[in-house]
């Protein structure tokens, strides 16, 4: 399944996608931006970041929607969570809402959560690990089938919640019931592609867009009633249930300590000490969400903050307490269910540049030695070797490192800034001069001294920088001319809010040769009226001959005096 799904017209090229992606599973080429499926943890930490929303994940809704058309009976698992996602004081009126849609049975994932932790007992009685991990949250199972298959041994051989209910609802309503999934995990939409128990999944934001495109406020709703009743222990999953028993306080396996790590940065340094035998005899729930899965990364995006859900889950949970034990009948017809699964390993190597190939790449970017690695981690890799592998393996530009890039442009401006023959002074809007290059020091022969903080009245006029600073628009296009010096400038004031950027072009000798073609056509117009007095004077001797010749050479001499005093604008 191809997870994510890049909208290659939104995308902005920031990178804060991959600077969030723990596995640096987000290709970016010259031509393409892609998401590696083969490296991807399925987090959605890089779609939950995004500030473009150029990051797609299948929605399932349509699909649900034509089957709740074509008649088809819905079977919903909610994940507890739900408690916690949406602004309500009574969450059960999502329940409610759903059945509003059109959903035939709703049951709370914890139902077959309770389940799951029983197999959890069931096999750490005999499982004879020195540390296990319990396997409720896909992305962590797939950051170590990925990256650390060591440790495939310490996975508890269970099936998540999800899967187990979506088994045990075929098995309850029949093979043809439609099961869906609603929570706020991405990583469920992946997982439940992998067995045939759950038929779509949305996640809680999801649904309340589709709640609000319907025009249906839960909140205007009444309560509704869960058609199975799950224990406080299934409830309590997303606050660490797995590892204890339903009073919440008695670990699943007195022989193991309990422990969770939630994040991914947690959980990778659990892995690595795990890797090194750096501790034992733990039983480790991992979540790769900060804050497990009240915090998951498709959470309503109504504001609510991380405790404000933290404590509606714990109020949840406080009216429910009785919850202990699960319908006897439910037990019973669940008894003939494997809920185990055997996690294997996906690793995928990439491939590995020699020393002198990741150096070749480095010099691309101008990182000629080990004080040149900056591992600012801009570019979305921990270090400058970790990008050049990167590049090695088609995965990144040489181009993408910020260092470089604007190193490259500031070169740049300043070789324009020094090399160019106008004048260009920076100011503040008291008009003293902050910056300037050196054709405006020479100009005005002030090589050998400093300008900085010298009011630019000093130099011209300025009236066009005053008009600029007080109606804060920028002025093209004045001329100025400099009888001191002998200069005549055309000025150009743009404004910004943090300074004045005054640029100026020298026109002198411009202005120059416009003068002496100017004194070259009135000498042209005195010569034209010279002659056309002449042939008057002609004319009146022979004007029986020649008045018609006459006529048409006053009328072209005329046209040619009037073109020069148009150009001149006489």
Same mark, same amino acid.
Request: charged share 25%; aromatic share 8%; glycine share 4%.
């Given at each position: ?55 797609? &994940? ?35 009126? &999502? ?30 009685? +005999? ?8 396997? =409720? ?35 309850? #309503? ?27 999944? /949305? +996640? ?39 590892? #204890? ?47 497990? =899965? ?84 801009? %570019? ?38 020094? $090399?160019?023959? $106008? ?8 008009? $003293?001069?902050?910056?300037? $290059?050196? +054709? ?43 009888? +001191? ?13 943090? #300074? ?27 010569? %034209? ?30 046209? /040619? ?10």
């Amino acid at each position: 399944m191809k997870f994510i799904e890049f909208d290659h017209h939104k995308c902005d090229e920031c990178y804060k996608c991959l600077r969030v992606c723990p596995t640096k599973a987000i290709k970016f080429t010259d031509h393409s931006r892609d998401i590696i499926n083969s490296l991807c943890i399925k987090c959605g930490l890089c779609q939950a970041s995004c500030p473009q929303s150029a990051l797609t &994940i299948q929605n399932d809704r349509h699909k649900i929607k034509k089957q709740i058309h074509l008649g088809r009976k819905i079977a919903v698992s909610l994940a507890p969570s739900f408690a916690a996602a949406f602004e309500d004081q009574d969450p059960k009126r &999502i329940i409610t809402a759903l059945r509003t849609l059109g959903v035939t049975w709703v049951e709370e994932t914890g139902v077959a959560a309770e389940l799951v932790s029983r197999n959890y007992e069931a096999m750490l009685e +005999t499982m004879g690990s020195e540390n296990v991990l319990t396997t =409720c949250c896909p992305s962590a199972n797939y950051l170590v089938q990925q990256y650390y298959p060591e440790l495939l041994d310490a996975m508890l051989p269970v099936v998540s919640p999800m899967i187990a209910h979506g088994k045990m609802l075929k098995e309850k #309503f029949g093979p043809d019931c439609y099961t869906v999934f609603i929570g706020p995990c991405l990583a469920k939409k992946a997982e439940a592609e992998e067995m045939p128990y759950i038929d779509a999944v /949305l +996640t809680f934001n999801e649904l309340a867009e589709w709640l609000a495109d319907e025009g249906i406020s839960y909140r205007q709703l009444p309560p509704g009633v869960f058609d199975e009743k799950a224990t406080i222990r299934g409830m309590a999953y997303p606050m660490g249930g797995s590892l #204890f028993k339903n009073d919440r306080q008695t670990p699943i396996h007195s022989g193991y300590r309990m422990i969770r790590a939630d994040g991914i940065d947690r959980c990778k340094d659990l892995l690595e000490t795990l890797k090194i035998g750096g501790i034992k005899n733990y039983c480790i729930e991992m979540n790769i969400c900060s804050g497990s =899965c009240i915090n998951g990364p498709d959470m309503p995006h109504d504001g609510l903050k991380f405790f404000q859900r933290k404590d509606r889950m714990l109020d949840y949970l406080k009216a429910h307490a009785d919850h202990r034990e699960l319908d006897q009948l439910l037990c019973e017809s669940s008894a003939d269910l494997s809920f185990k699964h055997d996690f294997e390993a996906h690793v995928v190597q990439l491939k590995k540049p020699s020393k002198e190939e990741v150096n070749e790449i480095l010099r691309k970017i101008d990182k000629f030695s080990e004080k040149d690695h900056l591992n600012c981690g801009a %570019c979305g890799y921990e270090t400058c070797v970790s990008k050049a592998i990167a590049v090695y393996n088609e995965m990144s530009k040489p181009q993408m490192c910020l260092p470089y890039l604007r190193s490259k442009a500031e070169s740049l401006s300043m070789a324009l800034f020094e $090399n160019t023959p $106008n004048l260009v002074c920076v100011l503040d809007h008291q008009l $003293n001069i902050l910056e300037y $290059n050196p +054709t405006f020091a020479k100009t005005f022969d002030m090589e050998k001294h400093s300008l900085k903080e010298v009011p630019v009245v000093a130099f011209l006029d300025g009236a066009f920088f005053s008009e600029c600073v007080r109606t804060e628009k920028s002025i093209f296009g004045q001329r100025e001319h400099l009888e +001191t010096i002998g200069k005549v400038l055309y000025c150009n004031a743009i404004y910004t809010e943090r #300074f004045i950027l005054g640029i100026m072009t020298d026109m002198t000798a411009f202005e120059k040769s416009r003068q002496e073609l100017a004194a070259v056509k009135e000498k042209t117009l005195v010569a %034209c009226q010279e002659v056309i007095n002449k042939q008057m004077r002609v004319a009146q001797e022979i004007a029986s001959l020649l008045g018609e010749t006459t006529a048409e050479t006053k009328v072209n001499l005329n046209r /040619l005096k009037e073109i020069v005093m148009m150009d001149e604008g006489y």
